[in-house]
């Protein structure tokens, strides 16, 4: 198959890239990638090991002169989240990413990239296969289903690795150096309604938001970007004061750690004489509070074709407070270090369709005492409206270690190597440390990687150049692990 990204530095870490992103690596659909990795550490000859839930456990040996360094541990995770523009046709079960390049970035056609975390795997891939970098004794950990429930984590059995040091490879800013992250768990709305005849007489509307940028639900949730499940839900509240309509359907967003992009509905309306102008009214007051953040917000009003059940008015009014009133971003900021936030909320989406309503939401926080907190504030909301709601897939943040010795090590050597202090930071996502690191408490753990916009949307793109310095910046860091302690 042809390489789209041949020509570009550094050669190894894109051709293993290449070779991943034509694996469909669908979250819980693992099992082709899963037995390419064994493939892979099986074909370099190198003890390789497969776990009942598909994580991949490849050893290397110390390079000679190495052997008494501490013993490092590799991770990346191997899915990625699938997300496509509406008009981009693209069968994430059977088609490899199209990518190509553009400048100093590499993107895919109308789909996400999968460099979340695709270059840190690919990363890990040239570290096993090229035998003239200097390294102590490595484990590569390649987990899945971290981006719907770190379940590959949370079921690694005891002493599946044995690294005194974890280097995860799954932030997105070239400059920082990550030793903390975010807990999160997952809050789900239910409630049946029965479905009612619409009036014969009606004209029949579908109302869609879309153009916005959408993007990680955690490490961009502080950019205040437009929610589409939001934004629709403020058109339909508007417009019920105005005119008197019948929500017919509603879907909106779709994985829960990615800002929803897009969001339609279907109505139909009695007496519909000045719908339009009222509709528009609405919509020009909302894009111009957008205009700066989300110069590509559409708000559109098209008829479509006719229906003959729709939502009941109890129901439905109870579900436009309901959404209008669920908190969605940011809630607290960290109280101990800058600019970083503590607790948010993701409104990740909504389907309201043929008698049942779905509300699906992420909340996350670094102090978990506040997270719940906020999950009880959900859940008064929800039970307001009459709904019912489970939390689940909760996992644990990574408590910061800031006297850990290869933070010191990577600090000065990020400092030696590029002229400018790093950022030390925690960050706003779930990343698989905290899980990782609870049945082993004495190992050390940092994680970074290159610079990723865009990551959990069709927009996610790679920097090249800031790839080439992550590239040189981890065989340093290999070359400067430290000497195993004297017992």
């Not at 700066?292 to 729709?310: D, H, Q």
């Amino acid at each position: 198959m042809n390489n789209p990204l041949s020509h570009i530095e550094p050669k190894e870490i894109w051709a293993h890239f290449n070779s991943i992103n034509t694996i469909p690596r669908a979250s819980k659909k693992e099992q082709a990638i899963s037995d390419f990795m064994v493939s892979f550490g099986q074909k370099l000859g190198l003890e390789t090991k497969q776990d009942k839930a598909l994580n991949v456990l490849i050893k290397k040996p110390a390079s000679v002169g190495f052997e008494n360094r501490k013993k490092v541990t590799l991770q990346s995770h191997l899915d990625m989240v699938h997300q496509k523009n509406n008009h981009t046709v693209f069968d994430f079960d059977t088609q490899g990413i199209e990518m190509y390049v553009e400048g100093d970035w590499v993107k895919a056609k109308g789909t996400t990239l999968g460099a979340d975390n695709g270059l840190g795997v690919a990363a890990i891939m040239s570290l096993l296969a090229d035998d003239s970098i200097e390294h102590p004794e490595l484990e590569a950990l390649f987990t899945i289903d971290e981006e719907t429930g770190m379940t590959g984590a949370f079921e690694l059995q005891p002493g599946f690795i044995s690294g005194d040091i974890l280097l995860n490879l799954d932030t997105e800013e070239d400059d920082e150096i990550t030793i903390g992250c975010a807990g999160g768990v997952d809050v789900t709305a239910t409630k049946n309604y029965t479905p009612t005849s619409v009036s014969k007489n009606s004209s029949f509307y579908k109302i869609t938001v879309n153009g916005l940028k959408g993007g990680h639900s955690g490490v961009e949730i502080h950019k205040g970007l437009g929610n589409a499940n939001k934004l629709l839900t403020r058109v339909l509240f508007e417009l019920q004061k105005e005119i008197k309509f019948q929500l017919i359907s509603l879907q909106g967003g779709g994985l829960r750690n990615a800002i929803p992009r897009e969001a339609s509905c279907f109505i139909a309306i009695e007496n519909h004489q000045n719908t339009n102008v009222i509709f528009h009214t609405i919509v020009e007051t909302i894009q111009k509070e957008w205009l700066v953040k989300e110069e590509n917000l559409a708000i559109s009003l098209s008829s479509s074709e006719s229906f003959k059940t729709g939502v009941d008015a109890t129901t439905q009014s109870n579900l436009i407070y309901t959404l209008y009133a669920c908190h969605n971003g940011v809630y607290t900021m960290d109280p101990s270090i800058t600019d970083l936030v503590a607790t948010s909320n993701n409104l990740a989406s909504v389907n309201v369709d043929k008698g049942n309503t779905t509300i699906a939401c992420l909340t996350r926080s670094s102090i978990e005492s506040e997270k719940f907190d906020l999950v009880n504030k959900l859940t008064a909301t929800f039970n307001l409206g009459g709904f019912t709601v489970v939390t689940d897939g909760t996992y644990p943040g990574w408590q910061p270690n800031p006297n850990a010795s290869i933070l010191e090590v990577m600090t000065t050597l990020y400092k030696d190597l590029f002229k400018e202090e790093p950022n030390v930071n925690a960050c706003h996502a779930g990343l698989e440390c905290g899980i990782i690191g609870e049945p082993y408490p004495n190992m050390e753990m940092i994680s970074f990687g290159p610079t990723i916009r865009g990551a959990h949307s069709p927009d996610e793109r790679a920097c090249i150049s800031s790839t080439q310095k992550f590239w040189t910046f981890l065989k340093e860091i290999l070359k400067n692990i430290p000497e195993k302690q004297n017992n």
